[in-house]
């Protein structure tokens, strides 16, 4: 039997990844498999790093299909307007979907002795447990579940039953609350409004304060794949100047997410270097659109930079990202957070806690 498997969906679940492996005893570190999902992210060339680092056992492509792949599930998302009957349907479609979904599913997971899931409300997490599989689900976002408890939010209305039908394997609800899912790691569950019994607490800056030089080169060089021009641009953050680092994230439509940056910059980066760093998912051309900073090339996660030396910025600024609070490299932090994106859509867009 195989060791560990990762299933990412994104290029900070990649990274975490690295970060569990090191954490392991000497002679289990890199025994693992890495699965990158192309379900919501373009890994690019990320594969090929990867195997040419020879640090993973293995790492393969997930043809992952979301729900809407499949005409033939759509009739079982109709609102029926009854409760029975929507769950009645619900039950149809969880077990459809996974049974659909299963041809797209490249390795055999009954094969590995733990399998970890970042983001589970993807369909791995349907097949999984309708296959009787037990799995680790993994926080999709450093404390993503602050601003956007997705699991509450979906099933808002009932949810305890909900809860106990996943529970039971009729449906299935993520992040803890299906019947196989053996746990839920998290960073840090003092910022949650809401509590499962089944997450623990997995600190990640324990985890990358850990790291030695050797492991910190080897990440940096599975992620940035121009390694040179990078620290070019980031060294143009001098200490003489003010510099400012801006997180783009996918905000509203990209017009709306373009004047959204521009205010930022007029209001809080008057007589600043500013450097933009792009969300590795964000499609938006900020060096076309902001020819007067630095836009940071690379898709990597932002944590990334945690690990190079002489990287420094006075102020961080984001507006909805946590990972902003994980920056080792900046003096202050500017988090806008939803009374700043009021501004931009209606509040029942991003205010998702509020509605739970």
Same mark, same amino acid.
Request: net charge positive.
């Given at each position: 039997m195989k060791d560990r498997i990762y299933v990412c969906h994104t290029y900070y679940h990649v990274?975490?990844?690295f970060l569990k492996e090191f954490a392991l005893d000497p002679e289990r570190k890199g025994g693992a498999t890495i699965l990158l999902s192309s379900l919501s992210t373009d890994f690019e060339q990320l594969g090929e790093r990867l195997k040419a680092l020879d640090f993973f056992e293995d790492v393969i492509p997930f043809d992952e299909k979301r729900d809407t792949f499949f005409p033939e599930l759509k009739k079982w998302k109709t609102n029926r307007g009854n409760l029975i009957f929507n769950m009645i349907s619900r039950i149809?479609?969880?077990? =459809?979907y996974a049974k659909l979904e299963s041809a797209f599913i490249p390795v055999r997971f009954q094969d590995y002795k733990d399998i970890y899931v970042y983001c589970d409300s993807d369909p791995v997490g349907y097949y999984l447990n309708?296959?009787?599989i037990y799995y680790h689900a993994m926080e999709d976002g450093i404390n993503c579940l602050k601003i956007y408890d997705a699991a509450r939010f979906d099933n808002r209305g009932c949810f305890g039953l909900k809860a106990w039908m996943s529970g039971k394997n009729l449906i299935f609800i993520q992040n803890g609350y299906g019947k196989y899912c053996l746990d839920m790691e998290i960073n840090d569950r003092s910022c949650l409004k809401y509590d499962c =019994?089944?997450?623990i607490e997995?600190?990640?800056?324990?985890?990358?304060e850990a790291l030695n030089s050797t492991q910190k080169q080897l990440i940096i060089r599975a992620f940035v794949?121009?390694?040179e021009h990078l620290t070019q641009q980031i060294h143009h953050a001098k200490p003489e100047s003010k510099n400012i680092i801006l997180l783009t994230e996918q905000l509203c439509t990209l017009p709306v997410r373009e004047q959204i940056f521009r205010d930022i910059i007029e209001d809080y980066c008057q007589d600043a270097r500013v450097f933009i760093k792009p969300?590795?998912?964000d499609e938006l051309d900020y060096e076309a659109l902001f020819p007067e900073h630095i836009v940071i090339k690379g898709r990597f996660p932002m944590e990334v930079l945690n690990l190079m030396e002489g990287?420094?910025?006075h102020l961080a600024i984001a507006v909805f990202t946590q990972a902003v609070y994980e920056m080792d490299f900046v003096d202050d932090i500017l988090f806008l957070g939803e009374d700043f994106m009021d501004q931009y859509e209606d509040p029942d867009v991003h205010r998702y806690n509020d509605k739970i």
């Open positions: 990274y975490v990844s149809i479609f969880t077990r =459809k309708q296959n009787r =019994k089944k997450y997995v600190p990640r800056k324990q985890m990358e794949q121009d390694w969300h590795p998912r990287v420094h910025f």
